[in-house]
């Protein structure tokens, strides 16, 4: 046990003054690109302590501030559990309360860095497309109103304050699951700006900076009872603490603006010239499994991802999908074997420490298929293959949606689609999926225009209905 950590806990020593605006302060962040900071300022230096935004609820607010911000981190590791405290945080605002306060710290000439994980929806963009959803209630209020509700409205009104007041803009560090996340935001931020002042999504595009990032690290949702443990364990009380697996990565686009960031080289980030090979295989090889293991795991009756990884049928339908379906259409990145990539995956899912709840990553599936499923079924159906198992997680994915489980059971669906979703459920399978793949934001032309693909997906759906889960894992394994 480290000493000090309850005094580190209540009388965090001073952290660096903010050099980083951080919005949707959610567990993820606090378990990942805090802790990356943290630990590049203890070894490097430099003024990058973060104000945490979030953008709807002041629940972590309100728990860490009685803490002075900080908080722990406990790694959560098969051989056993280990607390870190982390001081990075200088202040947590929650935007609807005062979306000034968040603007005027945005456009503080100290803070050369906005980081984002807002989560896939939060972009307010068409998840098929990439494009902003201009539709969106919040970009419709936003476009009124220079006091924002939405992730996107905070960059560009605060990226107009800074023009006006002749500053640099800060460099956007988008920190989502998303497939080119950097042009992405980029993308929203200039469609967005170009609506209020054309003139200002000129001046974003010259001088700003969206590099393109990779992050990864399991960080399942912390429960009453992690706060408990921890507490017998660590012997005081964090009212706010994270749980996160021991494995880390984040690669990033060394594209920042006046080359101001962290030291985040020194201390594991990989700073590279292009994201695109790393963020393929992560998106595709962890995040397109972890989806269909979620759907298919839940519907089979598994609570978490490790429970799911235990029953063989899984293990194997898990190996064939990474070997015959997703790494065949994946280029490597430099230095990188994808078999030993998927080895380590799945020690890392079996990982008995780590409770993430198949329900948790089953949550906003309709942002979340096309970049970690539909793409790979694309390519591999574009180059005459077939994807058995994929085609099967999507199947899974209308049935979970569908708002019951095979025995008739009520699940509780999370998607800002889900009431559109569950309606398109029909008794014939034929119509669900043609229902489903109606849906322009979410199925790619290439899918919703493949009749071979409807026919397979019905297939699928219609073995799924008729013997359950582990038949269609045992039909779809190759
Ligand atoms: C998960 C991710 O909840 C989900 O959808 O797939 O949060 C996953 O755990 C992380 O991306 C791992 O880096």
């Known amino acids: 046990m480290e000493a000090g950590l309850q005094d580190r806990l209540y009388r965090a020593p001073p952290t660096a003054p903010a050099g980083i605006v951080h919005l949707g302060l959610g567990a993820f962040f606090r378990a990942h690109g805090a802790i990356y900071v943290a630990e590049a300022m203890a070894k490097s230096g430099g003024d990058w302590g973060i104000v945490g935004v979030s953008l709807q609820s002041p629940g972590t607010r309100d728990r860490l501030k009685p803490q002075g911000w900080a908080y722990t981190a406990l790694e959560l590791a098969p051989e056993g559990e280990k607390p870190q405290v982390v001081t990075v945080l200088r202040d947590v605002l929650v935007a609807p309360e005062n979306p000034q306060a968040v603007l005027d710290v945005m456009a503080d000439p100290a803070v050369k860095i906005v ?114 443990r921890l507490e017998a364990m660590a012997g005081y009380r964090d009212e706010s603490p994270v749980m996160h697996e021991p494995f880390r990565q984040w690669v990033i686009e060394d594209d920042f603006v006046d080359a101001a960031r962290p030291d985040l080289g020194a201390v594991g980030a990989q700073l590279v010239g292009d994201v695109t090979p790393f963020e393929h295989m992560k998106l595709r090889m962890l995040n397109g499994t972890h989806s269909s293991l979620a759907y298919l795991g839940y519907l089979a009756g598994h609570e978490t991802i490790a429970d799911t990884v235990a029953d063989p049928a899984f293990a194997d339908f898990l190996r064939g999908l990474w070997r015959h379906e997703i790494i065949p259409a994946l280029t490597p990145p430099p230095g990188v074997d994808l078999g030993d990539y998927a080895d380590a995956l799945l020690a890392r899912y079996a990982n008995p420490a780590i409770r993430h709840r198949t329900w948790q990553i089953a949550m906003d599936g309709s942002q979340k298929l096309p970049q970690r499923i539909l793409g790979t079924i694309a390519e591999a159906r574009a ?96």
């Open 115 to 228: 980081t984002l994980t807002v989560t896939e929806k939060g972009y307010c963009h068409e998840p098929s497309t990439g494009r902003l959803n201009r539709a969106h209630p919040d970009i419709q209020h936003d476009l009124q109103s220079p006091q924002p509700r939405s992730a996107p409205g905070f960059l560009v009104r605060a990226l107009a304050m800074r023009r006006e007041r002749g500053l640099a803009p800060f460099t956007v560090l988008c920190c989502d699951n998303l497939p080119e996340n950097g042009r992405v935001v980029r993308g929203v931020v200039l469609e967005l700006a170009g609506l209020i002042d054309p003139a200002l999504a000129d001046w974003i595009a010259t001088h700003g900076a969206f590099p393109a990032t990779m992050v990864d690290r399991i960080v399942p949702a912390t429960t009453a009872a992690d706060l408990d």
């Open 383 to 478: 180059a005459g293959g077939t994807v058995p198992g994929l085609t099967l997680a999507v199947a899974a994915w209308m049935r979970y949606v569908s708002g019951r489980d095979q025995s008739g059971r009520p699940i509780e669906v999370k998607d800002p689609m889900a009431a559109r979703l569950a309606a398109l459920w029909r008794d014939d399978p034929a119509e669900t999926v043609a229902g489903f793949l109606a849906l322009a934001e979410v199925f790619p032309p290439a899918l919703r225009d493949d009749p071979g693909f409807a026919a397979d997906l019905t297939a699928a759906l219609s073995g799924l209905i008729r013997d359950g889960v582990q038949a269609s894992l045992k039909r779809a394994s190759q």
